[in-house]
């Protein structure tokens, strides 16, 4: 494979802007931006939460999880481009029946904590949160795919899934929420 990265410092966003794949400039502070970075820090924070040292299964299905965010934030960077599949979204919504089969069914609201990786994997699943509302409010002046909204919204539900399994393995007891009333 051809170096694809060659110079890291452009100098071409000193000046409040950035370019989109598809070559336009926008300012940095744009809602298109605001998704991009959105989707960095969520693959940041899942690079965390492997970097817990995960079973394998879960490892792997977050690793993938990067891969489709890089998927994702391509797509947003170029207007128009939908290259998320289906088949993705799909893959989501098999880890969640996956990861929840073996789990008790929740009677109480579970705080974020626990072992050290479920924690980390709750920080991700709010900034997953915060990237699905960025992508809503991007779709609301501009067109966004549909399947990007959709996936974003099951990732929450995995990470929060995960989560608890990794509670689970760790055999930490999920902190759960009690009204100081």
């Avoid at 110079?7 to 000046?15: A, E, N, W």
């Avoid at 073996?102 to 709750?122: I, K, Y």
């Avoid at 920080?123 to 067109?143: G, H, I, N, Y």
């Amino acid at each position: 494979m051809a170096d694809r990265l060659t110079r890291i410092t452009t100098r071409t966003g000193d000046d409040g802007t950035t370019g989109l794949g598809d070559g336009s400039r926008v300012g940095k502070d744009a809602p298109r931006i605001a998704v991009l970075g959105d989707l960095d820090e969520l693959s940041s924070a899942i690079g965390c939460v492997i970097a817990q040292g995960l079973p394998e299964a879960l490892a792997t299905l977050l690793a993938t999880i990067q891969n489709d965010l890089f998927d994702l934030g391509g797509d947003v960077s170029i207007p128009g481009r939908e290259t998320l599949a289906t088949a993705q979204l799909a893959h989501l919504d098999a880890a969640i029946e996956t990861l929840r089969a073996p789990l008790p069914t929740l009677r109480d609201f579970v705080l974020p904590g626990g072992s050290r990786a479920a924690a980390a994997c709750h920080l991700a699943r709010a900034v997953s949160r915060r990237a699905e509302r960025s992508l809503v409010a991007l779709a609301r002046v501009e067109p966004v795919s549909q399947l990007a909204q959709r996936y974003l919204n099951r990732l929450s539900d995995v990470l929060f899934l995960a989560a608890r399994t990794l509670n689970a393995e760790a055999k930490q007891a999920e902190p759960i929420w009690t009204s100081r009333r």
